[in-house]
């Protein structure tokens, strides 16, 4: 059950993160209810992820690099916004740390 409540933060997270770009600084403000909201689930979902028993270093060290790595793959798509081969390195390298630390 970690697992899915892991996986509904994680969309929850990014959700709400694209809705904060959408927002364009809060100027577009029907984005700021989805923003909210969005937020607030993530934050939720990855509270039961920890109560359900997977380490907060795992949980939260899978949960940012999942999103931050959606987040650039979803903003370049949306946006069109840049994801060079640098950035795209930072990511890999982001999800070997977690990695890492997931098999201790």
């Known amino acids: 059950m970690s697992w899915l409540f892991?996986?509904?933060?994680?969309?929850?997270?990014i959700i709400a993160t694209l809705s904060l770009r959408a927002s364009d600084g809060f100027r577009k403000k029907i984005w700021i209810l989805p923003l909210a909201v969005f937020y607030a689930?993530?934050?939720?979902?990855?509270?039961?992820?920890?109560?359900y028993g997977m380490p907060v270093?795992?949980?939260?060290?899978?949960?940012s690099a999942v999103g931050v790595a959606l987040i650039?793959?979803?903003?370049r798509i949306i946006w069109k916004e840049p994801l060079t081969p640098r950035m795209i390195f930072g990511?890999?390298?982001i999800m070997a740390g977690v990695?890492?630390?997931?098999?201790?």
Request: charged share 5%; hydrophobic share 75%; glycine share 6%.
């Open 6 to 13: 892991l996986s509904l933060s994680i969309v929850s997270e």
């Open 91 to 93: 990511l890999v390298l």
């Open 41 to 51: 689930l993530a934050f939720f979902f990855l509270a039961v992820t920890i109560s």
């Open 99 to 104: 990695l890492l630390v997931e098999l201790g």
């Open 57 to 63: 270093a795992i949980a939260y060290g899978i949960w």
């Open 72 to 75: 650039a793959l979803l903003a």
